[in-house]
Structures are given as structure tokens and as C-alpha cells.
């Protein structure tokens, strides 16, 4: 984020806290997803290509390389989950 929601003028916006909510959450999500789509990029996407290559020539052990794929998938969403908004009473 780059705002401090500690801050007093942060305090002093006339928004709703729902409002405020949500846009804290709108943020964390944001930066999640391209936190995700970077780790994808870096991480599994070179993995399904493996995996896919391995499949298109024929080799019998091409699911291995599948479950390397996926497991490095969830991999990745463990590390960075997608933050759950809490909606105050």
C-alpha cells in the first residue's frame, strides 16, 4: 500500500469505514495478484512448458513433470494468499 492508514488525514477523509474497508482490501488483493502473476511468470510457467514439451514428444513420464507444474502452483498461492476482506460491525 502506499498510503498510511494510520496516518491522521488517513482518519480525517470523510469516506465511510466500509468504504475505507474495501478500499484497503482492493489494495492488498491488487498487490497479491501481481505479486502472484510475477511468481507464475518466474516460477511455474517454466515448469508447464517443460511439462508440455514433454507431453507433445511423447515421453511416457510427461505426468511427472504435470505434477511438478501444479505443485508448484499451490506452492505459489500458499505463499501469497488473497487477503479475505473483513467487514466491520
Given amino acids: 500500500m502506499n498510503y498510511d ?3 491522521e488525514a488517513w482518519s480525517e477523509l470523510e469516506i465511510d469505514s ?3 474497508d474495501n478500499i484497503i482490501h482492493q ?3 491488487d498487490e497479491a495478484v501481481s505479486l ?12 508447464r512448458n517443460e511439462w508440455k514439451y514433454e507431453e507433445e514428444t511423447g515421453n511416457p513420464d510427461a505426468d511427472q513433470y504435470k505434477q511438478k507444474w501444479l505443485d508448484k502452483v499451490v506452492e505459489i498461492k500458499e505463499r501469497i494468499p488473497l487477503p479475505q476482506l473483513v467487514v466491520q460491525a
Fill in 5 to 7: 492508514t494510520e496516518s
Fill in 18 to 20: 466500509r468504504d475505507k
Fill in 27 to 29: 489494495a492488498q488483493y
Fill in 36 to 47: 502472484r502473476k510475477k511468481a507464475y511468470a518466474a516460477e511455474s510457467d517454466p515448469l
